[in-house]
């Protein structure tokens, strides 16, 4: 059994931030980054989001392109790739938007939270209990058993913190929008938490792209990046 390939994605200000902090998403990625985000959907065994992501932000979370949905069709693959969220509360809605969009999805959950999940969901998504709390590395073997290849992670901070922090990210696409945001509470990248080799640790840069006025950062964390 083989893990998914694990890319991060994210959009963020100069100043490092994800979002600002009104109830509506703030848009920091422009025409161009958004249709190479949506190539990279297309190119992906399963797209996962954090719960908190699903609540706050409501996505559909899909390939918009009716092409790259109909190559994926023709190599065989589902028309969209499965739809991953992690929730160790449960506390997820039946009316969003998430479940009703799209192909397969699947909720991966603690005991706790897979008791009220499951009753909530029924006919909706598939739930898996990963146990008494949620282990990045197993979620993983999981979706290795169920043939996906590649996982793209689209947020929120705390499940791209948690995929770093268990050194189970094996790329990172930071698109760096051109404006600053500045609230000291707005949600940001990743938090505060201890990663595999500190601060000392430089990942490699393996490309940096300009879509428009957004710079394109692609780095392998598993990688050195001291030469």
């Known amino acids: 059994m083989t893990r998914p390939h694990v890319l991060l994605s994210v959009a963020v200000s100069l100043d490092g931030y994800i979002d600002d902090r009104s109830d509506e998403r703030f848009p920091l990625s422009n025409a161009e980054d958004f249709d190479h985000v949506d190539r990279l959907r297309a190119e992906s065994g399963a797209i996962l989001v954090g719960a908190q992501t699903v609540r706050r932000d409501n996505p559909r979370l899909l390939v918009n392109s009716a092409e790259r949905r109909a190559a994926r069709v023709a190599a065989g693959r589902p028309e969209y790739p499965l739809k991953v ?54 979620l993983l073997d999981d979706l290795g058993h169920r043939g996906v290849d590649r996982l793209m992670v689209e947020g929120g901070g705390r499940t791209h913190t948690a995929f770093l922090a ?45 879509l428009g006025d957004v710079a394109v950062l692609r780095y392998f964390p598993k990688r050195s990046g001291a030469t």
Not at 87 to 115: I, M, N, Q
Not at 124 to 130: G, I, K, R
Not at 195 to 209: C, I
């Open 85 to 138: 969220t992690v929730t160790h509360s449960g506390a997820l809605s039946p009316d969003l938007r998430f479940w009703h969009h799209g192909g397969e999805k699947l909720v991966y959950t603690t005991d706790a939270g897979g008791c009220l999940v499951s009753e909530k969901l029924a006919g909706l998504a598939d739930v898996v209990s990963l146990g008494a709390s949620i282990d990045f590395a197993t």
């Open 166 to 210: 268990a050194g189970l990210a094996d790329e990172i696409r930071v698109a760096v929008a051109p404006m600053l945001i500045g609230q000291a509470t707005a949600p940001r990248f990743v938090l505060p938490a201890e990663f595999p080799g500190g601060p000392a640790r430089r990942f490699h840069l393996a490309d940096v792209a300009a």
